[in-house]
């Protein structure tokens, strides 16, 4: 004897309910800029160009080589505005600005969870897949806006202190003022897009723990982890394989003949793999028991 049927009764939405305009980007964004932890990555990154300046005065300006030559981009930091602003960026590209990266895209689902208030949020309710798009979103915007913010500062400070000029190239030759902002703005682009694999094991991570430090150290951990492998020279090619490989690949870009390929491979690698996370991320996420 066969079980009749119950149809299912049509749930209920509220008058001017709407999906797509729960958890806005603009409370998202007002949100996390309102968090200590913003302000004080900001202050960091706004700091570091001051101190630079402060310890080249104590320290005296580079001297370059034996022979007075400038051997490398650190001889040419007071050089110009510019140099100073590369200068700048190539100290920071391997940890310092992996730090913000991790942080604004690890500890954006794990502290509501750790806060108890993510389920709150998706019983507002707000779509899993819609609050994900709105925290990555908002977390890669301020990623960005933290790689921005250490160059303008950098030129600016640098500019008062040595002066506006031609970037000076170690390797001989120097880019004028306007060519040189230009390659200045495709550095930073580079290396946003090569902190798109930091940004999707922080992002992944941070929707598998509860634990916003475990998301943020994780992400910078296994960052390390990459960059002391694609030290083991004995790896030989399966190091291109690695994003560390291609970090300072930005470096082709300041020349007077750019060279492209190593950047054009460097954001292959890392998008490849920011793409497989995050979509790990929204996978597991839309099919997580949320209890926190």
């Known amino acids: 004897m066969s079980t009749p049927t119950v149809p299912l009764e049509p749930v209920e939405v509220a008058d001017g309910y709407r999906a797509g305009r ?6 998202e964004l007002v949100r996390q800029l309102k968090r ?8 960091i990154l706004a700091l570091l160009p001051f101190v630079l300046v402060i310890a080249f005065a104590i320290g005296g300006t580079p001297d370059g080589g034996p022979d007075g ?10 050089a110009s505005g ?12 391997g940890f310092l600005l992996v730090i913000p990266v991790a942080l604004f895209c690890g500890d954006t689902v794990a502290s509501e969870a750790g ?8 019983a507002a309710p707000v779509p899993r897949m819609r609050l994900l798009w709105s925290k990555l979103i908002v977390g890669l915007g301020l990623s960005l806006a933290a790689m921005v913010l250490l160059p303008v500062v950098a030129l600016t400070v640098g500019t008062a202190a040595y002066g506006w000029g031609p970037l000076h190239i170690p390797t001989g030759g120097a880019l004028d003022p306007g060519t040189a902002a230009q390659r200045l703005v495709v550095v930073v682009a580079y290396l946003f897009v090569s902190q798109l694999v930091t940004a999707g094991l922080a992002f992944w991570l941070s929707t598998r723990t509860d634990a916003p430090l475990g998301a943020v150290g994780g992400a910078v951990g296994l ?21 560390a490989h291609w970090q300072f690949a930005w470096a082709d870009a300041i020349q007077p003949d750019p060279e492209w390929s190593g950047m054009i491979q460097g954001a292959s690698v ?7 996370l995050f979509a790990l991320a929204f996978r597991g996420f839309v099919r997580k028991d949320v209890v926190s």
């Open 115 to 122: 806060w108890s208030s993510l389920r709150y949020l998706l």
């Open 36 to 43: 200590r932890r913003t302000l004080v990555m900001g202050a």
């Open 270 to 276: 890392s998008v490849t793999y920011a793409l497989v």
């Open 82 to 93: 510019a140099n100073f602003a590369a200068v700048n960026l190539f100290v920071s590209a």
């Open 223 to 243: 960052t390390i982890v990459g960059n002391v492998l694609d030290a083991v020279t004995a790896l030989g090619d399966w190091r291109h394989f690695l994003p």
């Open 22 to 27: 729960t958890l806005p980007l603009r409370v």
């Open 69 to 78: 030559n400038r051997v490398n981009l650190m001889d040419t930091a007071t």
